[in-house]
């Protein structure tokens, strides 16, 4: 069992940066895949940024590639997600994920563990 707790979010103006940070319980982080998702109201949850388990190998869908950065700290059980030139269209609450399988891809249902999310706000 892995429990997931994010942190950083808040509001931003359009053009800022925020970094993303999810703590995990537990002495296996380093054996699980691990992604951040975001959903905006009324809108499906989306893949973010995907990291395998050694921090060698990141994934990221075209909507946010270049403007974010997946990364992780095995020795602190935390994954990153540093976000830079952020977008109205960015607002969402933003969760991380742990999967036991499989790579860091965006297939939510491979995701076995979420965090409760936390919300970025961006402002026009």
């Known amino acids: 069992q892995v429990q997931l707790v994010e942190s950083g979010g808040g509001l931003v103006q359009a053009g800022g940066s925020l970094r993303l940070s999810c703590v995990a319980s537990g002495r296996t982080f380093s054996s699980y895949v691990m992604g951040w998702f975001r959903q905006a109201p009324g809108k499906q949850r989306e893949f973010v940024a995907g990291i395998n388990r050694g921090g060698s190998s990141t994934y990221y869908p075209d909507s946010v590639k270049g403007r974010s950065t997946i990364s992780r700290d095995n020795a602190k059980n935390t994954v990153y997600l540093q976000m830079n030139s952020l977008k109205p269209e960015d607002t969402a609450a933003y969760y991380c994920?742990?999967?036991?399988?499989?790579?860091?891809?965006?297939?939510?249902?491979?995701?076995?563990?979420w965090g409760q999310g936390t919300q970025v706000t961006v402002s026009s």
């Open positions: 994920a742990a999967r036991r399988l499989g790579g860091p891809n965006g297939r939510i249902s491979e995701y076995d563990y």
